[in-house]
């Protein structure tokens, strides 16, 4: 069972038949570094749960859902401790593919977890990107399917805090540039993730290169902390038109999800008692709805982001509220939000 000691909401999986292929989550196990990890907002989380393996990941994919397979996103896990420093997350892909081998034999059923890897490599390393990316592929055994390189930043260091790891401009910088060509060569894809004001980095990145697949996370994090405490509601339309404008390129979907993270900060976050599935879909309908309404279903995809999404529900919940914000759809709809663009984007053999 998932590490945590919160009281969850007593709900029986929506539609358990319906598959899904859940292309957002992470594993670690932050156990060793406790003492550096904050006390408050998304540290919460990380001490809550500081251990998230394929023991823990199998009880919520196998609690009611019909997860059928995973994408492993990057997050900094089990990095080489020695060698080249730009090679030292090839580590990652190396534990994410071994963990994708024991899922793979069957031991542990028939769900195909870390089916499809995304890893983290620096693409500002110039000459050295085609190597990096290269011992990625070599380390994912078939399953490296992509890059995340986060670019999340603001000026205000109460809103990110310790994972501020990106740099202001970093997706239309020149030295990013020169590295992203390479993605675009070598027919991987880009995960983006940035906070809710620089969403027009991510646009100016996929007009850039408009033969690269570019997934937006966690709908471009609206922000509700720091000097944005009490400003989300009204930065809606200014969230909206952005999302309006990534949607006309054609390169570019989105993943619905990462909601539940202290940076958008809902009241559910952490809320007690837990949110229901139902007040998870109230909070998040607005964005999802309007993400769903410019980009079609073809080039959206429903994302757990467990478990940095603890914040807001168990796994079952999360996916439940997703389940109620989709209940009109049709067959084939729910059949892309949930499981075909994940599929499709990336390139999951059936």
């Known amino acids: 069972m998932t590490t945590t000691r919160w009281t969850e909401a007593s709900e029986s999986a929506l539609e358990p038949e319906l598959p899904i292929v859940d292309p957002h989550h992470h594993l670690w196990d932050r156990r060793p570094f406790l003492d550096r990890i904050p006390t408050s907002g998304w540290g919460l989380i990380a001490r809550q ?110 809103v990110l805090g310790a994972v501020s790891v990106g740099a202001p401009g970093l997706y239309t910088s020149d030295a990013f540039a020169a590295g992203f060509e390479w993605i675009e060569r070598l027919g991987l894809s880009f995960d983006a993730w940035v906070v809710e004001p620089q969403l027009p980095d991510v646009a100016a990145l996929a007009r850039r290169f408009p ?43 989105v993943k619905l999800g990462g909601l539940g993270m202290d940076f958008c900060h809902f009241p559910s976050f952490l809320a007690e008692p837990r949110a229901s599935s139902e007040q998870l879909a109230l909070e998040w309908r607005p964005y ?6 410019a980009f079609g279903v073809a080039r959206c995809m429903f994302e757990s982001n467990f478990p940095a999404d603890l914040g807001a529900g168990s796994y079952r919940v999360i996916w439940n509220a997703f389940k109620r914000i989709a209940a009109g759809a ?19 053999s059936p």
């Not at 999802?288 to 309404?293: A, D, F, L, S, V």
């Not at 049709?330 to 999951?348: H, I, Q």
Request: aromatic residues 8%; contains cysteine.
């Open 211 to 253: 033969g690269t697949a570019i997934v937006l996370d966690h709908v471009g994090t609206p922000l509700g902390v720091g000097s944005y405490r009490g400003l989300r509601d009204d930065r809606f339309s200014i969230w909206r038109e952005n999302i309006r404008r990534l949607a006309e390129l054609p390169n570019v979907t």
């Open 288 to 293: 999802i709805e309007t993400c769903i309404e």
């Open 330 to 348: 049709s067959d084939d709809e729910k059949a892309a939000l949930f499981s075909g663009t994940a599929t499709r984007v990336y390139r999951l």
């Open 49 to 158: 749960c500081p251990r998230y393996l394929l023991e823990e990941l199998l009880a919520d994919v196998k609690g009611g859902h019909n997860v059928r397979a995973t994408i492993y996103v990057e997050c900094g896990s089990f990095y080489r401790a020695d060698g080249p420093p730009e090679l030292r997350s090839v580590g990652e892909t190396e534990f994410a593919n071994g963990v994708a081998a024991m899922s793979e034999s069957g031991v542990y059923g028939d769900v195909r977890v870390c089916k499809g890897i995304i890893a983290n490599a620096d693409l500002t390393r110039g000459d050295a990107v085609p190597r990096i990316l290269e011992a990625h592929a070599a380390a994912g055994g078939g399953r490296f399917r992509g890059v995340r390189q986060i670019a999340s930043y603001d000026p205000d260091p109460d």
